[in-house]
């Protein structure tokens, strides 16, 4: 029923496939995870290939791509890998806030009629000093409560933590754009406006 997609670029992966493990245990679902990898450097893809290994784990794949194909790509790469009908897209950089965080999920994909479930996205009340205007930009403009989010929900959708039927996003690819990162995931839910959006 749930594919979980995960593009993966010079980010270390065990916190969150940890944390979604634990989640899974209490969930009466068929399910996979997909990490793709975009070339990342060498500390990263070992240090990541060691600890899926370790899982030992034929539900969860990491996938290395050879050379770096850019985050449209690479999420187009893990839709055309899914197996399952729900496909679930969490950037390797975040990690769940809330211990039922899939059920949740799991629960909107039984009962909504719509095609999209976005979710939110909650930044660390903790000033990181080395990206500073990142998180401050974060706070500000991407951290959106749910009332804010309903009345525009494509204005606020964002590509880090949101889920998709498989049917949708295969004829929906993300947009191949010249910046290999950065407005891809804004550009692919413009594209979606024709059809039915869910919360």
Same mark, same amino acid.
């Given at each position: 029923?749930? =594919?979980?997609?995960?593009?993966?670029?010079?980010?270390?992966?065990?916190?969150?496939?940890?944390?979604?493990?634990?989640?899974?245990?209490?969930?009466?679902?068929?399910?996979?995870?997909?990490?793709?990898?975009?070339? =990342?450097?060498?500390?990263?893809?070992?240090?990541?290939?060691?600890?899926?290994?370790?899982?030992?784990? =034929?539900?969860?794949?990491?996938?290395?791509?050879?050379?770096?194909?850019?985050?449209?790509?690479?999420?187009?790469?893990?839709?055309?890998?899914?197996?399952?009908?729900?496909?679930?897209?969490?950037?390797?950089?975040?990690?769940?806030?809330?211990?039922?965080?899939?059920?949740?999920?799991?629960?909107?994909?039984?009962?909504?009629? #719509?095609?999209?479930?976005? @979710?939110?996205?909650?930044?660390?009340?903790?000033?990181?000093?080395?990206?500073? !205007?990142?998180?401050?930009?974060?706070?500000?403009?991407?951290?959106?409560?749910?009332?804010?989010?309903?009345?525009?929900?494509? !204005?606020?959708?964002?590509?880090?933590?949101?889920?998709? #039927?498989?049917?949708?996003?295969?004829?929906?690819?993300?947009?191949?754009?010249?910046?290999?990162? @950065?407005?891809?995931?804004?550009?692919?839910?413009?594209? !979606?406006?024709?059809?039915?959006?869910?919360?």
């Amino acid at each position: 029923m749930l =594919s979980i997609l995960i593009p993966v670029y010079n980010y270390e992966v065990q916190l969150l496939v940890e944390n979604l493990l634990n989640q899974l245990k209490t969930i009466d679902c068929c399910w996979e995870i997909i990490l793709s990898d975009d070339a =990342s450097n060498k500390y990263y893809i070992k240090r990541n290939s060691e600890f899926i290994s370790k899982l030992n784990n =034929s539900q969860i794949k990491l996938i290395q791509q050879e050379i770096n194909i850019g985050n449209a790509a690479n999420r187009n790469f893990l839709i055309a890998r899914a197996s399952y009908n729900w496909l679930l897209f969490l950037d390797a950089d975040v990690l769940p806030v809330a211990f039922n965080f899939l059920s949740i999920y799991k629960k909107q994909m039984e009962f909504t009629t #719509k095609e999209i479930i976005t @979710g939110n996205i909650v930044y660390d009340e903790t000033k990181p000093q080395p990206h500073l !205007l990142r998180w401050i930009y974060g706070k500000e403009k991407e951290e959106i409560n749910f009332e804010k989010r309903k009345n525009k929900p494509i !204005l606020h959708a964002r590509g880090a933590n949101f889920a998709i #039927k498989k049917i949708v996003a295969k004829k929906r690819n993300f947009p191949i754009l010249k910046e290999k990162y @950065g407005f891809v995931d804004t550009r692919f839910f413009f594209n !979606l406006l024709k059809i039915r959006f869910v919360l």
